[in-house]
């Protein structure tokens, strides 16, 4: 990933003999292509770094493979789960079902991820996942495309969300399955939790975002 940064570093500075710091070219007169190479380069820059200003920016695809924008849930506390369906946490889905029925109507969403990452507890297609929730869990929270949470395929918003709240030790990493994040209504990713904490014991960090 820095290699790629360096790379188009060296290409942008190499055009428009801007020094690094300058993230934005500031006189951008009639030239074009100057215009073009800084709409690049801003895009470039919030993607690679990290820097996208909240959970608004990006979008993911649903369970039924259409896309959504997170800008949808502006004004919302929400909930990021990476889900699994054969992991000793999956009956985490009964209580953040019954944390959905309890403050859904308050402006609540929970998001669930899937993910086959870890011990490879997710193996179902898309169909398959939204069957098992529905028949064991009757989960009514939105369902997502299966992502990966680590690694070089890691979806944009566990980049953003990874790099905004730190886990264990310091690190970025998920762990496992049922790894949550809270998300304020401002959409900035404002707590995390490991997987061992349960759902429902989560009711007092999920009001006080709900009162702010």
């Known amino acids: 990933m820095s290699t790629s940064v360096d790379t188009f570093f060296a290409f942008y500075t190499n055009i428009t ?26 895009n470039f820059i919030k993607l690679i770094r990290g820097d996208i200003m909240n959970f608004y920016d990006f979008s993911a695809k649903n369970n039924m493979g259409i896309e959504k924008d997170m800008k949808d849930y502006k004004g919302k506390v929400v909930l990021v789960v990476n889900t699994a369906s054969k992991c000793g946490f999956t009956p985490q889905y009964e209580d953040l079902q019954k944390l959905y029925e309890e403050y859904k109507d308050q402006g609540f969403e929970i998001l669930a991820f899937p993910c086959n990452q870890f011990g490879n507890q997710e ?9 098992f929730c529905k028949l064991n869990y009757d989960v009514t929270f ?15 918003i566990y980049k953003y969300l990874k790099g905004n709240v730190k886990g264990l ?16 209504k401002n959409g900035d990713v404002v ?17 006080e975002l709900l009162k702010a």
């Open 169 to 184: 030790l310091n690190s970025k990493d998920i762990k496992w399955n049922f790894t949550k994040f809270l998300v304020d």
């Open 142 to 156: 939105p369902i997502f495309d299966k992502v990966d949470v680590n690694g070089e395929n890691t979806h944009p």
């Open 17 to 42: 003999k801007t020094p690094k710091k300058n993230y934005i070219i500031n006189d951008l007169t009639n030239n074009k292509y100057h215009y073009i190479i800084s709409c690049m380069q801003f």
């Open 123 to 131: 193996p179902g297609d898309n169909e398959e996942i939204r069957s």
């Open 191 to 207: 707590k995390r939790f490991a997987p061992i904490k349960k759902p429902l014991k989560m009711k007092k960090d999920v009001e």
